[in-house]
């Protein structure tokens, strides 16, 4: 999916100098094809890669982060988080 895409799709801006898919974003930041359960963090949300083979990214799980609360605990950012992410894939 083109970081575009889902921009428009949460209503944000999400913009790498270097990436234009969600697959690229995440190589991009960590400089190697990841296997399953590994994510970044970026402009506050959370990539975490569900599914993955050696060569490529297949699906991605969005989700907005947390912020420290005005209280002991933490409150999660208002907004909808985006499900599965699906790559067909993983060029920058």
Request: glycine share 8%; hydrophobic share 35%; net charge negative.
């Amino acid at each position: 999916m083109r970081l575009s895409d889902l921009a428009d799709q949460l209503d944000v801006e999400l913009e790498h100098p270097n990436a234009e898919t969600v697959a690229g974003l995440i190589l991009e930041e960590l400089h190697h094809i990841p296997r399953r359960g590994e994510f970044i963090s970026y402009e506050g949300y959370r990539f975490t890669v569900v599914a993955a083979d050696a060569r490529r990214i297949k699906l991605v799980a969005v989700e907005r982060e947390r912020l420290p609360g005005p209280e002991a605990g933490e409150r999660e950012q208002t907004g909808d988080p985006a499900a599965g992410v699906r790559e067909s894939e993983s060029e920058t």
